[in-house]
T-cell receptor, first 114, second 113 residues
Framework: AQSVTQLDSQVPVFEEAPVELRCNYSSSVSVYLFWYVQYPNQGLQLLLK??????LVKGINGFEAEFNKSQTSFHLRKPSVHISDTAEYFCAVSLKSGTYKYIFGTGTRLKVLA | GAGVSQTPSNKVTEKGKYVELRCDPISGHTALYWYRQSLGQGPEFLIYFQGTGAADDSGLPNDRFFAVRPEGSVSTLKIQRTERGDSAVYLC???????????FGPGTRLTVT
């Protein structure tokens, strides 16, 4: 079975500072990896995904993530955050076959302070 | 183009009542997923449709929950004899077959009083 751990439930950071949101996963087989963002009272929006190839993945809104197979991690980073980045961020994995259903982490609430 | 839509956006019901939640996926998407997101948690898988058939319903918590997709497009999640523990946001997602990105709707917030 697969599992996803997001160790930080909340991350406060000042505007224009860098941020890293951590995601670790557990799986006995290869998986696809995703980061989604959820703004208040809205659905989930894809930030970026790792399916194969380069381990450094660039997404929307200046976010990027690096897949580290040996550490089973997929941490999300942004060099300079804005107030508008305040939201809930979810890491997810899916198998590379079968139903492709997502297993989500519990989320990290990013709060950007002025 | 139009994204995934879900209706109603909010539903308040009394314990013991029956509810239906609707999902309208992106046109052409054959795969459809339902997830449930409880307060402070990540979404949890409920059921997956490929076309008209439920290919994986392993996430449905019990037999009070049922979902259909009769024509391979719109799906309805049905909950019988609702309980307060069913209160959550129910999310629907769709995609082309073969994995990759899922496209999520805005969700239906269900409150059971």
């Amino acid at each position: 079975a697969q599992s996803v751990t997001q160790l930080d439930s909340q991350v406060p950071v000042f505007e224009e500072a860098p941020v890293e949101l951590r995601c670790n996963y557990s799986s006995s087989v290869s998986v696809y990896l995703f980061w989604y963002v959820q703004y208040p009272n809205q659905g989930l929006q894809l930030l970026l995904k790792y399916l194969s190839g380069s381990t450094l993945v660039k997404g929307i809104n200046g976010f990027e993530a690096e897949f580290n197979k040996s550490q089973t991690s997929f941490h999300l980073r942004k060099p300079s955050v804005h107030i508008s980045d305040t939201a809930e961020y979810f890491c997810a994995v899916s198998l590379k076959s079968g139903t492709y259903k997502y297993i989500f982490g519990t989320g990290t609430r990013l709060k950007v302070l002025a | 183009g139009a994204g995934v839509s879900q209706t109603p956006s909010n539903k308040v019901t009394e314990k013991g009542k029956y509810v239906e939640l609707r999902c309208d996926p992106i046109s052409g998407h054959t795969a459809l997923y339902w997830y449930r997101q409880s307060l402070g948690q990540g979404p949890e898988f409920l059921i997956y449709f490929q076309g008209t058939g439920a290919a994986d319903d392993s996430g449905l918590p019990n037999d009070r929950f049922f979902a259909v997709r009769p024509e391979g497009s719109v799906s309805t999640l049905k909950i019988q004899r609702t309980e307060r523990g069913d209160s959550a946001v129910y999310l629907c997602a769709s995609t082309w077959t073969g994995g990759g990105e899922q496209y999520f709707g805005p969700g239906t917030r269900l409150t059971v009083t």
